[in-house]
C-alpha cells in the first residue's frame, strides 16, 4: 500500500484512477477545490484537500508524507470552443504554471514518484505508420503547454525522482463529456467521422486509463503512450453508432473539420500510437482492448 496525492480527482479520468488506485489498496488524498467537491472525493473513497495547484507551498505541505503525486488536472474546453486557441488558457495554465507548482512541491516534500498526464495528440501526422514515444513533435497553439508539463516531469527525474508522463489517447466513456455528446449524435442517426475515413485515431477508456495510473506507480521514469488499438475515423463512428444501434444517415463532419483552423489539424491527423512500451514496462492491458468493446460498455450505462 502506497499513498498517493491525485489532482484533478474529481474531473473525467479522476474518480477512475482513485477508485483503482483505492481497489488495489492504496490510499488517497485528493485535491478538492470545493465543498462539494471534497464530498464527492469522499464518495469515492479518497481524503480531500483544500489546495490551490497553483502555490507550491501549499502544495509542500499537503504532499508530506505521499508516497506519489499524480497530476491529473486539465481544463478542456467543449468541443465547441476546441478551435480558438483563447478557450484553452485555463489548461494552459495548469500545464505550464500548475505543473510547476506540483513540480517544486512534490520535490521539496520529498515525495519520490511524480505521474504526468499528458496527450497523444502532440505527434505529427504519420499515415499507416506506428507511433513510438520517440517521434518528434508537431505542436498546434492549443498544445504547446504539453512538452512544458512534460518537461516538468523530466525535471523531477533529473532532481532524483522517478517522472512518468502518460500520454493518454483521446478519453472516451461514462463521464466524458465528449462521449455523451457523440452518443447523442450516434443516436439521431449520424456518423461521426473525424476528419478523412481512413486516418487513424488512438482513443483510451476512461476506466483503462485509470487503471494505468494504478501501472504507472510501478514505472520506471519516462514517458509511455496509452491507448487502446487504433482505429480508423470511419471505424471510429462506426463503432458509435453500432453501440447505440442506430443506422447512419448521414455521416461527417470529415475533411470538413479542416475548417475549423489550424488548431483542428490536431483531429485531422492520422496518430496510430503503440503503447507497448507501457504495456512491456508495467504490465498494463485495457479491459477495453479496442472501442468496439469500449463504446458498447459506454452505451449500455445510458
Ligand atoms: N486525453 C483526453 O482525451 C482528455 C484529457 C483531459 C480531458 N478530456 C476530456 O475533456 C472533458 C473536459 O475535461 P476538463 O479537463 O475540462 O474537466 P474534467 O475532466 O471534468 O476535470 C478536470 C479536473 O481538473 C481539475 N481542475 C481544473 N482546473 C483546476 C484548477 N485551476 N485547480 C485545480 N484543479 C483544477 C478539476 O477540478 P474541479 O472538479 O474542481 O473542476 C477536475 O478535477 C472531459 O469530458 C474529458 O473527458 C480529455
Not at 509542500?60 to 497530476?71: K, L, P, R, S, Y
Not at 470552443?81 to 500545464?95: D, E, L, Y
Not at 505550464?96 to 505521474?115: F, I, M, N
Amino acid at each position: 500500500m502506497v499513498k498517493v496525492f491525485v489532482t484533478g480527482a474529481t474531473g473525467a479520468v479522476g474518480p477512475y484512477a482513485v477508485r483503482a488506485l483505492i481497489d488495489a489498496g492504496h490510499e488517497v488524498t485528493a485535491l478538492a477545490r470545493t465543498d462539494e467537491k471534497a464530498a464527492l472525493a469522499k464518495q469515492f473513497g479518497a481524503n480531500p484537500a483544500r489546495v490551490s495547484l497553483f502555490d507550491a507551498e501549499e502544495l509542500t505541505t499537503a504532499f508530506a508524507g505521499h508516497d506519489a503525486v499524480v497530476n491529473l488536472a486539465t481544463s478542456i474546453p467543449s468541443l465547441a470552443m476546441f478551435p480558438f486557441t483563447f478557450a484553452w488558457r485555463a489548461n494552459s495554465r495548469i500545464r505550464v504554471e500548475g505543473s510547476a507548482a506540483v513540480t517544486k512541491a512534490a520535490l521539496a516534500a520529498g515525495v519520490p514518484r511524480l505521474v504526468q498526464e499528458s496527450i497523444c495528440m502532440v505527434y505529427p501526422d504519420s499515415g499507416d505508420a506506428w507511433i513510438t514515444e520517440s517521434a518528434p513533435l508537431d505542436l498546434v497553439p492549443i498544445v504547446t503547454s504539453t512538452p512544458v508539463a512534460e518537461g516538468n516531469a523530466q525535471q523531477f527525474t533529473n532532481s532524483g525522482g522517478t517522472g512518468v508522463v502518460l500520454r493518454f489517447g483521446l478519453f472516451y466513456g461514462p463521464g466524458s463529456v465528449q462521449s455523451a455528446q457523440m452518443m447523442g449524435l450516434a443516436r439521431l442517426h449520424f456518423g461521426i467521422v473525424l476528419g478523412p475515413a481512413k486516418r487513424y485515431m488512438s482513443l483510451i477508456h476512461l476506466e483503462d486509463a485509470g487503471q494505468a495510473v494504478v501501472a504507472a506507480l510501478a514505472a520506471p521514469a519516462g514517458i509511455y503512450n496509452v491507448a487502446c488499438e487504433p482505429v480508423t475515423k470511419r471505424g471510429f463512428g462506426d463503432a458509435i453508432s453500432d453501440a447505440v444501434g442506430k443506422k447512419q444517415w448521414v455521416r461527417g463532419p470529415g475533411r470538413l473539420a479542416s475548417l475549423g483552423g489550424r488548431n483542428m489539424n490536431l483531429v485531422l491527423r492520422s496518430l496510430r500510437v503503440s503503447s507497448d512500451k507501457f504495456s512491456r514496462a508495467t504490465g498494463w492491458a485495457p479491459k477495453y482492448p479496442t472501442v468496439r468493446e469500449g463504446w458498447a460498455a459506454t452505451a449500455s450505462t445510458g
